[in-house]
């Protein structure tokens, strides 16, 4: 049975680190509301004139790099966004060009902070249809800049970054002690597109526009439908939370995720959190927390992973995979 192995992962954090204490300077928040509410410690924010494409071929390259192969021999970029450096052409085409292939395809996917989780399904139906044999997999945003600054319960919780896997078609047996991706579950409702969105657009208002968001709200349909959308995608192929080695959370709030891990029955012990240090990046959040988990030696070669995340739209979804 083909599959769609992992074979390498990178990530690429901007410089600028933004403590909380920042936006005391300008906002009616402290350190503590911020930290207790969300877990979130500090963000990076990405330099002026720096770029989701430039992120995200930071990380492609230290994927790439990880896994010791050329870009060359890469057959598609699937790019997860809803920062793009310009309207058009995607991102994906722009990091296909500065990586220096000249063949293959490329281009992006919207479903916000689901977004990773949506192109890797996407990456999966490819390589297991034979369509290609190596995929580029990048989430990378910039949130920084569709942040309205002067509203408190929204500025405070996002950051910059992204993060790229590498898959490669490789023959398994079938049965879920394969590498690779094992099961998907992708949902939307666009009945709840108020709740989480960006007033403006090329189509309406011809400008880039601010998030806007029903925390509570959002924080209602999170906690119910992450571990719903997780359940699915194990039971898919027969496996519940006692099977899993790390749940790789969608990073937005600690709450949220002790909350989805409690509802998996998987301690706290087997989830990877990087909210704390890189705030809510987005569709950049799970292949950074994925690429930080294997960098510090806590995602191992065989692990079983369920990756979840939800969004605007709403969207969301799970992917299952042995790492
Ligand atoms: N500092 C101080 N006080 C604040 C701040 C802040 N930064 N932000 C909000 N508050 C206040 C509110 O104004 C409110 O005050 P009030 O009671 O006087 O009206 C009070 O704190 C409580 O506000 P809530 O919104 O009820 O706070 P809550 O505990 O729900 O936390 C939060 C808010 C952190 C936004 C939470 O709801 C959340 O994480 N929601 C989910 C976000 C999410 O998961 N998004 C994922 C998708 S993101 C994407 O797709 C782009």
């Known amino acids: 049975m083909r599959r769609a192995v992992a074979i390498g992962c990178g990530h690429y954090l901007p410089e600028r680190v933004v403590p909380n204490s920042h936006f005391e300077g300008f906002l009616d928040t402290s350190e503590e509301w911020i930290e207790a509410r969300t877990g979130i410690e500090r963000r990076h924010f990405a330099a002026e004139g720096e770029t989701t494409s430039m992120m995200g071929e930071a990380a492609a390259r230290r994927a790439l790099e990880s896994a010791g192969v050329d870009a060359a021999s890469v057959d598609a970029i699937i790019v997860a966004t809803s920062t793009p450096d310009l309207t058009f ?18 281009f992006d996917v919207q479903a916000v902070c689901a977004g990773f989780v949506f192109a890797l399904s996407n990456a999966n139906a490819l390589v297991i249809s034979g369509q290609a044999d190596r995929i580029l997999v990048v989430g990378a945003e910039t949130f920084s800049r569709l942040m309205d600054w002067k509203d408190r319960a929204t500025c405070v919780l996002f950051g910059d970054g992204a993060g790229a896997v590498l898959l490669e078609a ?39 526009g601010h998030l806007r968001m029903e925390g509570k709200e959002v924080f209602r349909h999170a906690v119910e439908k992450l571990a719903e959308t997780a359940h699915a995608a194990l039971a898919k192929v027969n496996l519940d939370g006692g099977d899993v080695d790390w749940i790789v959370p969608h990073q937005a709030n600690l709450r949220i995720i002790k909350a989805t891990a409690k509802r998996m029955d998987v301690p706290m012990e087997r989830v990877i959190v990087t909210v704390r240090d890189h705030g809510n990046t987005s569709a950049a959040s799970v292949p950074l927390a994925l690429s930080a988990g294997v960098e510090d030696g806590s995602i191992k070669r065989g692990d079983l992973l369920v990756t979840e995340a939800i969004g605007g739209g709403l969207a969301w979804g799970s992917v299952v995979l042995r790492w």
Do not use: K
């Open 89 to 106: 052409p995607s991102v994906a085409t722009m990091i296909q060009a500065r990586l220096g292939m000249t063949g293959g395809f490329a």
């Open 170 to 208: 490789a023959e398994g047996g079938g049965t879920t002690r394969d590498r690779g991706v094992l099961a998907t579950d992708l949902n939307s409702d666009g009945r709840h597109r108020d709740i989480l969105y960006v007033d403006g657009g090329v189509s309406s208002s011809r400008t880039t």
